[in-house]
């Protein structure tokens, strides 16, 4: 079964497109992330979403948008995508415990090529 | 700085011996979480082991454990019978609490595991 799964796994497109990430978990999680990976394999937090609320917001441009319908989908929206935002973006959810955020759970990546 | 820093890009192993892979971090929290996530080629971020600040005892998963000094700030990751699908990155991460629940990642060491 799985747990945190994400489309495309692989994005291809020109500079200046629109494109659309999709996360869903299964795992009953109130909490979703989006990750960056570049091409040096550093990972850093973009957003965070509690219950379709937005938590983080990590100085992202705002050409990046997340979209929470429900609880257990966060989605990424890319507007006139750049070079610079060719990477692997992964997601990822949590549960909190007592006020804790859990482990959290990755999805496969969804890497992002810009030509 | 909230920094966790990995001091080796790289690391190699023979079939079977031992490696240890060392993070150190920082923070000026008391009470935090710990955790080292592998990345194999097929780009999947899996969860190898957590630790929690507050357990003095350091965390054991099959061959897989921490060494954890608190007060130096450093968690290493003991893989011990190293075996071929062992390699991989390997990122240490840690947990920011109370409001904001990212993960921040060191840069991670890439592991080899020679037959």
């Known amino acids: 079964d799985t747990a945190v799964s994400q489309t495309p796994k692989y994005l291809v497109t020109q500079m200046g497109n629109d494109k659309s990430i999709k996360c869903e978990q299964n795992?009953?999680?109130?909490?979703m992330y989006w990750y960056k990976q570049d091409s040096k394999k550093f990972l850093k937090i973009m957003f965070s979403y509690n219950n379709k609320e937005l938590i983080i917001n990590e100085t992202v441009p705002n050409r990046f948008s997340p979209k929470s319908p429900d609880k257990a989908h966060l989605n990424l929206h890319i507007n006139s995508l750049e070079l610079g935002d060719s990477a692997v973006y992964f997601c990822?959810?949590?549960?909190?415990?007592?006020?804790?955020?859990?482990?959290?759970?990755f999805g496969p990546g969804t890497r992002l090529l810009v030509l | 700085a909230q920094t966790v820093t990995q001091s080796q890009p790289e690391m190699s192993v023979q079939e079977a011996e031992t490696v240890t892979l060392s993070c150190t971090y920082d923070?000026?929290?008391?009470?935090?979480?710990l955790f080292w996530y592998k990345q194999p080629p097929s780009r999947q971020m899996i969860l190898v082991i957590r630790?929690?600040?507050?357990?003095?005892q350091n965390a054991t998963e099959n061959r897989f454990s921490v060494n954890f000094q608190k007060a130096a700030k450093s968690f290493s990751l003991k893989i011990s019978d190293s075996q071929l699908g062992d390699a991989a990155m390997y990122f240490c991460?840690?947990?920011?609490?109370?409001?904001?629940?990212?993960?921040?990642f060191g840069k991670g060491t890439k592991l080899t595991v020679n037959p």
């Open positions: 991460a840690r947990r920011f609490q109370g409001g904001s629940e990212k993960l921040v």
């Open positions: 630790q929690e600040a507050y357990k003095q």
């Open positions: 923070t000026s929290e008391s009470d935090y979480y």
């Open positions: 795992l009953g999680h109130d909490t």
């Open positions: 990822a959810s949590s549960q909190e415990m007592q006020g804790i955020q859990e482990t959290q759970y």
